[in-house]
Every structure is written in C-alpha cells, then in structure tokens.
C-alpha cells in the first residue's frame, strides 16, 4: 500500500552506517527527512549526500534530523561516504540505512518495478514530530534533488502548522502569506497579524511573514 500525505511515518529498526537505527526513537520529537538512493557509488546521490552533510547547520535550526538509505551493505556504505567527503568537500555527519534486505524499501513503497525491479527510486519523505508524513517527493535518476526546497517546505510546515496561514506559490521565508479562509473573525486577524493584510479578493488576503523575526535569520 502506497504512503500518503497525513499517514503515520513506519517505524522500523536497520541497521546503518552509525549503528543500529530505531527510526521513531532516532527521530525524537524533532523533524526528519528520509530520502533514498538507488546504490552507493552512483554519481549524483554522491553529490546529493555532499549538500545534506554542508546544511546540517540549518537542519538543526529547524530541529531536523537528515537520514539517507541505500540498498547496499553498511560496509559499502562507509566506503562511499570517504569517496563522498572527498569529492564534496564535506564530511559526511548523518546516517546512512544500509536496507540489504529491502525492508524499509517496501514499508515506503520505495521499490517501483516499471523504474528499476530492485533498486530504490529517488524518494524523500519530510516527517513531524508527530511522525506523520507531511511531504512526499520522488525523483528521476536523472535529476538531483533540490535541498534548497526541501527547506523551504520545512519552513512552510512549521510556520503553517503555528499560524493561521498558507504560503502561496514560489513563497520563500520573509515573503508575504496568505490568511487561510477559514479565519473570518476580524478581531482575532487583528490579534494575530498586528501589520495588517491586504485584500486582493475576500478569499486572497496578503500579510507579511508573521515569522520573519526568525531567530535562525
């Protein structure tokens, strides 16, 4: 059965290059991020786990911890992590699962038969504190993922989940948001959002980023 947005992220214990994981014990009650490979040593995951490894410092603003999996032994793994901090000038300080037997590959529906019958697709998975999945994206081989999106999404789930608000297309941290519709009571806009908003419609009102006092800016 596929995962859908809303579902209960599955718990699993593999092992990894660190040692054995317990996910939901490892993932505490921070954010994750889950995001699969389809082998070691393939060129553009290397690139791919070389950005991860360089915005740790911006995960852990945002209280997320980064997870990687390939379907290669662990050996294998610590292998290509040297080849990694090597060619991408980093060093690589997150987990990789080591899912030799596929498990965790089939509890994400990671496993796409009409793209490769064995090796993992390129899917990444946001998780809350809550363990629900809250973002599913799946790649081509062909093109490395955008982590600079990744954390943008972030910071849209975490302000969402606090304000009243939705962030519209292209939206960044510091860039206006939208007041959701369903909050009609005027004194309660004026209580949450003390710089006012712009009507553009009665459903499309305009107000600045209520975060945009972020300690991590």
């Not at 809350?128 to 993922?145: H, V």
């Not at 982590?147 to 999404?153: A, Q, S």
């Not at 304000?163 to 007041?179: M, S």
Request: proline share 6%.
């Amino acid at each position: 059965m596929s995962l859908r947005l809303g579902d209960t992220a599955p718990d699993f214990e593999q092992e990894s290059s660190e040692g054995t994981i317990h996910f939901h014990d490892w993932l505490g009650d921070g954010w994750g991020v889950l995001f699969s490979h389809p082998a070691d040593f393939t060129p553009v995951c290397t690139t791919e786990l070389g950005l991860t490894a360089k915005l740790k410092d911006e995960f852990e603003k945002r209280n997320v911890k980064a997870i990687a999996l390939s379907v290669d032994p662990v050996e294998s793994h610590k292998d290509w992590i040297k080849d990694i901090n090597e060619t991408q000038g980093c060093a690589v300080n997150f987990p990789i699962i080591a899912d030799e037997d596929g498990k965790v590959s089939k509890l994400y529906d990671m496993i796409h038969p009409n793209a490769d019958s064995t090796l993992t697709v390129r899917s990444l998975f946001i998780i809350d504190p809550n363990k629900k999945i809250r973002l599913i994206i799946t790649y081509p081989a062909s093109t490395g993922r955008n982590f600079n999106e990744v954390l943008r999404v972030i910071d849209s789930l975490q302000m969402t989940d606090e304000h009243k608000v939705a962030t519209p297309g292209n939206w960044e941290r510091g860039g206006d948001v939208v007041i959701v519709p369903s909050l009609q009571d005027e004194d309660e806009i004026k209580q949450r959002f003390p710089k006012g908003y712009k009507a553009v419609k009665s459903y499309l009102r305009m107000t600045p980023d209520p975060t945009s006092n972020w300690s991590g800016d």
